[in-house]
């Protein structure tokens, strides 16, 4: 039972960092209908920024409690800045070219930025400096820290917090407007450029956040670290029904739980025959599935003849 | 639409000649007095093995640099030693294109691959072209196995070291429940079944073995399966990149077992990312600690002085150059065809063993040692030869 | 005369034979003609010049090269004909290799010495007819719970097929010792013609044919099939089915097109081409493991399609050619340029290498959004400066 209760931990701790990796790629094909495949790169990029801040502020003597929240701001800085450059120099002028060419510069972008990084921050891997006391807790056999725990507070602020702005603000009545439909969006009056602008930005800066919590709770970073985690949290937005808030935060504990349940369980349930080598397959076939009964993913809209 | 064929076509030729142009005459030899030898080395310097491929380089760039320095006579003319460096990716298909660019700058030998998976498919272009290859790194048995006479390496194959690591764990430290987990490469595989067996055939029960992936951040769900077995230790198949995360969550899932690891693991790295964790976690390596060995320490200081701390396999890179050479002064040539059987029969005192091969190109007698994360560092724990383990 | 020269001699034949049958068409009077002998005069001399040029690593390079023309035109079926978005192709070429590599090496008969004493080793022209028609299966079976799927989940479906079929390499050698998982099949053999191993030196009137070039005149000759073939497929009934359905699917199956068989046709035909060329792949290189089927080998070849330009043959060659060789030029011109330019190397090559490979794929994306080459139909979509319908891949969005 204790068993179950921590796969259960684990299922939704990892879940709850693809769910934030998720929104950022929900929030950017909400509004473009683009896979923002450079996406994990910028978590990369988050980690990374984070990472070199903090260890070059704490080598200059400055207390964590400001370190922290000092190397945050820069983070998110700077992943902003690095989505706004992306989206300007990769996206906005493929605005209306073909659809698959937007993809193309998209991996373009990720294989330069892996490389840039490579080049910056060198091909080891950097440790993450522990700052704070990370207390475990203990309840029915399982553990938790305090680390997962903010992860997943943060997951499901965050998702607030953008269901606020998206449903509440002027700001979301543009992207919708935009979404539904960009010429219609644009003659009354929405400034198109700037609303995307600002949601790649908005889904930079969640990926610096999520970069950091990645970081953190592995105790890690790595120049390569955002192409699987991009990849994952690709898998989980599309399950959720991608374009959809809840539907990221949705797919994302959910393949969370699949992995960490299948990892656990596939091979007690199997017979011994497949063990946690299939873990990705069995998340996969879950997948496939889904799509097959709902073709938008669990909470995707029924917006059935939009690709 | 036959001219757009076409065009492409001439436009595929344009940038082959283009490239004809830019192969200049660099390569040539630059005095007339000095013997250019070519010594190829490939590893991958791109992707996640990056810094582990950057290591091995700069191990065979210090053994070259030393030897030009040193100066080399071979056959009665002074020698000027060159190494080409070429980046294989860790991926099979550039691995043969990289062989085969190294065969065609005609190196005299080659330093390489990395990896099982790249040196196997490589192996063939060198035994063609005739061009000695020693492996700093490959474990995997079919390495040697295929049956080129071409095909060395400097490092105890995954029978040789899982054997070891096996015995140890059951008879040294006594483990009745093992656990096992690998990443599914070519070398966490089988250097975990080459154990499992060690393990077995020592009394030892293996009572769960799970996977993961070579770039996997999170084994939470893997290790509470594992913790739901009571293992007394749980060894772990692979590299250092996943090995310290996973000592670490080890430590966080408050699962109580020993940490045992190979060489991929053995690295500083390991330290670095798993913490408070990486104490007392066990790993092997090859070869007889390098501070036991003569010249071992100086090696170690000078690399560490000009290129930082040794990752893993530099040593053995050092050393795979330097039994070239050492070969090609014995046979007072540098030319693969006189020197190959010099280099078989070679016996070397190298930084990390007494290099000999047997007629596979194996290692023959090498040692293996155990180490423990002690105060934050490796030190080494027990030695055993592997030539019992070889010979099953 | 040998015999072996007279086999040979009987190989240019045919080969000379199939690339006219695709040439014939576009070549038919005589300053056509003319130009069909020189493209094919060059085409047989490439091998020779790159060697004499390049060095052998070159033609080894073509030689892969050749075979990422024939997964990209595999592909291009799916994606360019039919529209259907696919990141897991590479899984057909997986399976192809597998096919060869397990019925061409010793591996079964160390795994299963009871049941296949002695290998299988099946002869070439057995295994490569086998190895496409079993990855085309593969393709129905990857199409069929896909037909409803449409754009970006039809792409994380297919990705999701192709890590499967890794994951099942890599792990099927336990409990039955199928695929030697993560350490691959070594000790391939080589393909042979008409008992001739394509993998040794073979001097033919006196000329030298190193096994590199030997390959070369193989995959050029099934190249040369594969674009015969999705020559006449576009053209055909089938092809412009395809091409209805790619641009509006509602509106295909109205005028009474069978959009699901002719989508799993698609598929299959796709996955046959890509079989095939991974039985060649596992006989050139010898040694199969199932790090070479990736995900990012399937991006790879989604680039040069798209690059290139969907839809369009020489487009699509184009591409597969620049892709392939783009990051062996880099390889090779990185030092020395910067050597030139700085008198010493700055950075890494290998880490400017993959950036400025990163970065080409950015440029030429801008420059030319439909591709290098785009194909006519393409162009006056473009041309025609109107959003066209939502469904389809090759939109404008919006």
Not at chain 1, 256 to 261: D, H, V, W
Not at chain 3, 278 to 293: C, N, R, T
Request: overall charge neutral; proline content about 4%; some cysteine.
């Amino acid at each position: 039972m204790e068993i179950l209760l921590q796969q259960i931990i684990n299922g939704l701790v990892q879940g709850s960092i693809y769910a934030l990796v998720a929104l950022g790629y929900t929030m950017v094909y909400g509004i473009l209908g683009l896979i923002n495949f450079a996406h994990g790169e910028v978590v990369m990029v988050g980690a990374m920024l984070v990472l070199s801040s903090l260890t070059a502020m704490l080598g200059w003597g400055v207390p964590p409690v400001l370190a922290l929240p000092i190397s945050v701001m820069l983070a998110i800085t700077g992943c902003m800045a690095l989505g706004y450059g992306i989206e300007r120099i990769a996206y906005r002028p493929l605005r209306h070219a073909p659809r698959l060419a937007p993809l193309i510069t998209a991996i373009g972008v990720s294989i330069v930025l892996q490389n840039l990084a490579m080049m910056i921050w060198g091909r080891d891997y950097h440790s993450f400096p522990q700052l704070f006391a990370n207390t475990t807790h203990s309840f029915g056999g399982a553990v938790i820290n305090d680390i997962q725990i903010i992860i997943f507070v943060m997951a499901v602020a965050i998702m607030a917090g953008l269901m606020v702005v998206v449903h509440h603000t002027r700001l979301g009545r543009a992207m919708r407007a935009i979404a539904e439909n960009q010429h219609a969006a644009q003659l009354m009056g929405v400034d198109v450029n700037r609303v995307i602008s600002i949601t790649f930005m908005l889904g930079s800066a969640m990926a610096a956040v999520a970069g950091l919590m990645v970081s953190a709770n592995y105790g890690l970073a790595h120049y390569y670290m955002g192409f699987l985690l991009g990849l994952k949290a690709f898998t989980a937005a599309v399950l959720g029904g991608i374009g959809n808030l809840r539907g990221a935060m949705l797919g994302g504990l959910l393949l969370g739980l699949i992995e960490s349940l299948g990892a656990g369980y596939i091979g007690d349930l199997s017979g011994g025959f497949f063990g946690s080598n299939y873990q990705d397959v069995f998340a996969f076939l879950v997948l496939i599935a889904v799509l097959v009964f709902r073709p938008s993913g669990l909470l995707g809209e029924r917006l059935a003849e939009r690709a | 639409m036959i001219s757009h064929f076409a065009r492409s076509l001439s436009l595929a030729a344009a940038t082959l000649m283009l490239l004809g142009c830019g192969k200049s005459a660099t390569t040539e030899q630059n005095a007339s007095a000095d013997l250019v030898v070519r010594i190829g080395a490939s590893a991958p310097l791109t992707g996640p093995q990056a810094h582990l491929g950057k290591d091995n380089e700069n191990g065979a760039r210090m053994a070259i640099d030393d030897a030009n320095a040193r100066g080399i006579d071979i056959g009665g003319r002074k020698v000027h030693f060159e190494l080409i460096s070429e980046d294989d990716q860790a991926d099979p298909k550039s691995a043969t294109i990289v062989a085969q660019k190294l065969a065609d700058d005609k190196v005299s030998g080659v330093i390489g691959h990395m990896n099982s998976g790249t040196s196997i498919p490589a192996e063939k272009i060198y035994s063609d072209n005739g061009i000695p290859q020693i492996s700093p790194s490959a474990t995997a048995v079919a390495y040697t196995a295929q049956g080129f006479k071409t095909a060395f390496r400097v490092m105890a194959n995954d029978a040789q070291q899982g054997h070891v690591l096996g015995e140890y764990a059951a008879k040294n430290l006594g483990a009745k429940n093992i656990a096992v987990i690998d990443d599914r490469t070519a070398y966490g595989q089988g250097l975990a079944d080459e154990f499992i067996k060690a393990a077995q055939a020592n009394g030892a029960q293996i009572v769960a073995h799970e996977y993961t992936n070579d770039k996997a951040m999170d084994f939470t769900a893997v290790l509470t399966a594992v913790k739901s077995k009571k293992p007394d230790l749980l060894f772990y198949g692979g590299m250092d990149a996943q090995g310290g995360p996973m000592a670490k969550q080890l430590k966080a899932l408050q699962l109580d077992a020993k940490f045992m690891t190979g060489d991929g693991s053995k690295t500083p790295e390991f330290i670095k990312l798993a913490g408070a964790a990486a104490e007392g976690a066990y790993a092997s390596l090859p070869g007889v600690p390098l501070d036991k060995m003569p010249g071992g320490k100086a090696f170690s200081g000078r690399f560490v002085a000009k290129y930082g701390p040794i990752q893993l396999y530099a040593p053995y890179c050092y050393d795979a150059v330097n039994v070239m050479i050492a070969a090609m002064q014995k046979a007072g040539s540098a030319d693969p065809e006189k020197y190959l059987a010099a280099l078989a029969n070679i016996s070397y005192d190298g930084v990390t063993a007494r290099i000999q091969f047997d007629a596979k190109g194996d290692l023959k007698g090498g040692a293996i040692t155990v180490y423990q994360v002690q105060h934050g560092t490796w030190q080494p724990l027990y030695t055993m030869a592997a030539n019992s383990a070889a010979a099953h | 005369m040998s015999r072996r020269s007279l086999c040979g001699s009987l190989r240019f034949g045919l080969l000379a034979t199939l690339l006219r049958g695709f040439f014939v068409m576009q070549f038919s009077d005589k300053r056509n003609r003319l130009k069909f002998w020189l493209v094919l005069a060059a085409l047989l001399l490439l091998p020779f010049i790159t060697d004499a040029l390049l060095g052998r690593s070159w033609v080894r390079i073509v030689d892969f090269a050749m075979l990422y023309i024939m997964l990209a035109l595999g592909l291009n079926i799916v994606v360019g004909y039919a529209g259907l978005l696919d990141l897991g192709y590479i899984a057909f070429f997986a399976v192809g290799a597998y096919c060869y590599a397990l019925t061409g090496s010793p591996h079964l008969a160390l795994a299963f010495p009871m049941m296949f004493p002695a290998g299988v080793h099946l002869p070439f022209w057995i295994v490569l007819p086998m190895a496409a028609l079993v990855a085309g299966g593969f393709g129905v079976l990857l199409g069929a719970p896909t037909l409803r799927l449409r754009g970006d989940y039809l792409a994380i479906v297919t990705l999701g097929f192709g890590e499967i079929i890794r994951i099942f390499l890599n792990n099927l050698d336990a409990p039955v010792n199928l695929t030697n998982g993560p350490q691959g099949i070594s000790r391939i053999d080589p393909v042979s013609v008409a008992g001739v191993s394509l993998n040794s030196t073979q001097h033919i009137f006196g000329i030298v044919f190193p096994a590199v070039h030997l390959y070369f005149y193989l995959f050029l000759a099934f190249t040369a099939l594969v674009v015969f073939v999705s020559r006449r497929l576009e053209r055909s009934r089938i092809g412009r089915a395809w091409m209805a359905i790619r641009e509006d699917e509602v509106a295909a199956s109205a005028m009474g097109i069978d959009t699901r068989n002719l989508k799993l046709l698609a598929f299959a035909m796709g996955a046959m081409s890509g079989g095939a060329s991974g039985a060649l792949f596992a006989g050139f290189q010898g040694f199969v493991s199932p790090e070479s089927f990736s995900l990012m080998e399937s991006v790879m070849v989604l680039c040069m399609v798209v690059l290139g330009g969907m839809g369009n043959i020489a487009g699509v060659i184009f591409g597969a050619i620049l892709l392939a060789l783009l990051p062996e030029v880099l390889r090779h011109i990185v030092v020395p340029a910067q050597q030139a330019l700085f008198g010493r190397t700055l950075v890494d090559p290998e880490s400017l290498r993959m950036l400025l490979f990163g970065t080409a794929l950015i440029v030429m994306m801008l420059y030319r959004p439909a591709g290098l080459l785009p194909s006519r139909v393409r162009r006056r979509e473009l041309g025609a400066d109107e959003p066209a319908a939502e469904t389809s891949v090759y939109d404008a969005t919006h």
